[in-house]
Structure formats: C-alpha cells, structure tokens
C-alpha cells in the first residue's frame, strides 16, 4: 500500500480554502499512484471551536460528502477529522473515504485535550472503530489519543495491522510526538501512520514531522516542518512476521497486570 501524508497549514475557519487543497493534494497523490490519502485532524477548519456547531454536519453530508467526492475523483481512500454533528454536540471526526466515494467508517475522538479547550466546546466519542478493508485493518485515533496506550493495545488485539492518528499537535511537544509515535508501533508490532499539521494558529504553531512508522519502530518516512505530501509504502504482513519473531502477544499476562 501506498500512503501520501498530506501535512498542510489550515485555513482557519475557511473550510472552502481548505477543501480546495485537500483537492489539489489527493491530485498530488492519485498522480504517484497512492491509494490512501491521510489528512490532519480538524483540517477543514483548524481549531475554530467557538464556531463548532456552525460547521457540524452529519458525516453523510457536508465536508464529509464533499471529501467522498474528491476520493471518487481522484481514486483514493481518505482519512482526516472533521466537525460532525452529534446528539450531545459537535464531536471531532474521522471519516474513511473509498475510490468509490463511500464513507465506510466514522470514528470520534475518546479523549478531549483540554490545553485547546476541546472539553469545552465538543462531545467525545463513544468507542473505539476498527475498519476493515482491502488494505489491512486499521484502528483510528485523534491526536491526544495517542497518549493513551489501552486504546492502541485494544486495536493490536482485536487485529489491527496499523493505525491512523491525524493531528494538530504544537510545539513545544515534538519530542513527546516522536517518542509516542514510536512507542505505540514497538509495543504493539504494527504500522503507525500520523499526520500533523504545519502553520500558526492564534499565537499557537505546529511542527508537522508527520511519519509512518513500521512495526520495528523504524521510520519509513518523516516529514520536516514544511507542508507538502510525504509518501511512504508499508507490507502489512510484515505485522505478522515482527510478532512471529518476539512473540510479545504470547506472552502477555493480563491476569497479574493489576494489583
């Protein structure tokens, strides 16, 4: 499989600017023969939270429909966050995009960063979603979820091969991205693939370094600080082969791991 990182600098609050790079990136991609296309969290709007409820829509129609509509175009598979509307309030979402132009699976970020004021304005998720495709399976994560080792363990357990995590995670934070990214990939032998965004936002800047990670822990590509695609081609079965070898899975001992 091949994946393009579409690490971007968001238009605040200007989800018409945005969509229209979106579309020149999955351009990009589609022309060097990517199939999946990764997109920053809340890349139509940037953190324009106040305005959330403006926004929100339903993940069938809206940005989201617009999104499945640029997949269809260009063949690809889609993956980024977005504000959808939900029955408690608007709620930070991923959606998969198909070639086809369906959208195959939505998931809402479990857990709110507070430093960005996401507990004030948003609802969180209710549960974690596994998508099965063609490709492999893949768990879907939000930026601060990648604190939280127990969401990625689960995904490893119930057969996920790799992970997306989408992101607007600032500076000064880059060592704990770094360090996460690869924690998560090592501990749990399967892909990571995250993509964060670049720019400034109200006195706030990001520091992109978006990556796709292999099961060894090693990097198959890291971006810089610059916005543009980064492309990296990943072998899902080498998930099998890293866990054959140390067969950490085996070896677990749930039963004794509280006190």
Known sequence: MKIALGQMDIAFGDPDANLKH????????????????????????GYDLENASKYATDVSSGIFADTAAIAAEFNLHIVGSCLSAGSAGPRNTIT?????????????????????????????????????TDMGNAGLSICYDLRFAELFRGYALDGAQFVIVPAEWPNPRKMHWRTLLRARAIENQMFVIACNRVGEENGTTFFGHSAVIDPWGEYLVEAGEDPGLYFA???????????????????RRPDVYRL
């Open 96 to 132: 998969w995009a198909t070639p086809e132009g369906e959208i195959i699976a939505d998931y809402s970020k479990l857990h709110l960063f507070r430093l960005m004021d996401e507990d004030q304005y948003l609802s969180a998720g209710d549960a974690p979603v596994l998508v099965e």
């Open 233 to 251: 081609e990943i072998d899902v079965a080498e998930v099998d082969r890293v866990r054959d070898r140390i067969k950490v899975f085996e070896d």
């Open 22 to 45: 979106v579309a020149d990136l999955a351009a990009k991609a589609s022309a060097q023969q990517a199939q999946l296309l990764v997109l920053p969290e809340l890349w139509s709007t």
